[in-house]
């Protein structure tokens, strides 16, 4: 069985426990994103532990959509976003302006190069910002905790994750999806979890959400491992195997 059947296999299995959403695009355009050639070794090693085309299942990502990607990295995730919005769809990658440097200007002028659809925004760590009702579906991946640290070394202030979440909340379309996965944490205090092990507790991200007016449509057991969540994500025992949550939050439409 070749890669992209047994994605679309897993897709579909997937999707039994979720809502409607995801199955107005084909379970095959997602695994053949992931298949497709083009992409770097650094992204697709990365794909057993992230399961990529069954979480953008999951979301309900589909083509023509205008697409954000928040604290985007490297652009793993936003990638593969051009990928299934197409040619009609449009990908805005945000990056903090304290992580840029001229390696990944680069880094990211290449990769808009090679997928025009895909544009790179800059903003300051605690100054997100975006027009209002500017994006169908926007992605968290594994960064939302980040709101909660801070750190001289990397320049990066103490913020607000509700002010974050007001501006967020208005530049989503009415009926949009955020789609959010982390590393698990156990209950505690929330800044001092994240300080020591990038980690945040699954009931502070539903808790902020709802403050900011999305509803919690779904959450999916996809990335769920035996971790013990007691160690940094960084820690070699760990390192691309912690359990995460995946939940799929959306703006009401009135």
């Not at 997100?128 to 202030?157: G, I, Q």
């Not at 955020?178 to 979890?193: E, F, K, M, S, W």
């Amino acid at each position: 069985m070749n890669r992209t059947i047994w994605l679309s296999t897993a897709i579909a299995a997937s999707l039994c426990f979720t809502a409607a959403p995801a199955l107005a695009q084909k379970a095959a355009d997602y695994g053949a994103a992931v298949s497709a050639p083009g992409r770097s070794a650094d992204d697709t090693a990365l794909d057993a532990s992230r399961k990529p085309a069954e979480v953008l299942a999951f979301f309900g990502l589909k083509k023509g959509m205008t697409a954000a990607d928040i604290m985007a990295g490297g652009g793993y995730y936003s990638d593969l976003m051009g990928r299934i919005v197409g040619p009609t769809g449009k990908v805005m990658a945000y990056e903090p302006t304290q992580f840029i440097d001229d390696k990944a200007k680069a880094h990211w002028t290449a990769l808009s190069a090679r997928q025009p659809n895909i544009t790179l925004g800059t903003y300051p760590f605690d100054g997100f910002a975006a027009p209002a009702n500017s994006f169908d579906f926007v992605m968290l991946h594994m960064v939302y905790h980040d709101l909660y640290w801070e750190s001289e070394k990397y320049k990066v202030p103490h913020a607000d994750p509700a002010a974050f979440l007001r501006t967020l909340y208005a530049a989503v379309k009415p009926g949009g999806i955020v789609g959010v996965v982390d590393h698990v944490a156990l209950p505690g205090d929330t800044r001092a979890t994240v300080e020591k092990m990038h980690r945040i507790d699954p009931e502070t991200v539903k808790k902020d959400f709802l403050a900011a007016g999305f509803v919690l449509e779904a959450e999916s057991p996809l990335l769920h491992t035996d971790d013990d969540r007691t160690k940094l994500v960084f820690d070699p025992a760990v390192r691309g195997h912690t359990d995460r949550f995946v939940f799929r939050f959306r703006k009401p439409k009135k």
